[in-house]
């Protein structure tokens, strides 16, 4: 007997991580995301990015470049060096 998992109305499915050390500008444009039904982290630095993108393996990343502590480059090369 096969069985298909149900999603709820909108669920995309697709994961996406959004980073922004502006934390209101990271929440508000994550809710914007998950109203259309993604899958969605937020992160505030570039080490939390890397971390949070390692655990939860995003399909999309929204990365600030103007991080704190690792730039967005930095990070986006670290998260592509983990997950491909």
Do not use: C, W
């Amino acid at each position: 007997m096969n069985t298909v998992a149900s999603k709820a109305p909108g669920d995309t499915g697709l994961r996406v991580l959004v980073v922004d050390d502006n934390i209101d500008a990271a929440t508000s444009l994550a809710m914007l995301v998950r109203a259309n039904g993604y899958d969605v982290r937020t992160a505030f630095t570039g080490r939390a990015a890397v971390a949070t993108a390692i655990d939860f393996e995003p399909h999309v990343v929204l990365l600030d470049i103007g991080l704190p502590d690792l730039d967005g480059l930095q990070a986006a090369k670290q998260i592509r060096q983990q997950l491909v």
